[in-house]
């Protein structure tokens, strides 16, 4: 069984990855959107603002959890 720690260290490497993903997912939206083109992301059709797509609101999420799992890890940690 894992302890606390490393329980938390699997949590903040999943969330590090989704967060790598979902920023990447949002960066080629916006590349798009600034090039005048659709391109195959998780949104079907581009709005007029990138940054109200759900590529957006997600990387928002995913970096707001990251954030909130290493307070965690550092106050697991006593850091």
């Known amino acids: ?8 260290y699997i949590l903040v490497s999943v969330l590090a990855g989704g967060t790598l993903f979902a920023w990447f997912q949002f960066y080629m939206e916006y ?12 949104s ?5 603002n990138p ?19 290493l307070r965690l890890l550092y106050g697991v940690e006593g850091i």
Request: net charge positive.
């Open 1 to 8: 069984m894992l302890d606390i720690t490393s329980t938390i």
């Open 31 to 42: 590349r798009g959107y600034c090039k005048g083109c659709s391109t195959n992301t998780c």
């Open 44 to 48: 079907p059709k581009l709005r007029k």
């Open 51 to 69: 940054f109200m797509s759900k590529c957006f609101v997600g990387a928002v999420f995913f970096t707001l959890a990251l954030g909130l799992a």
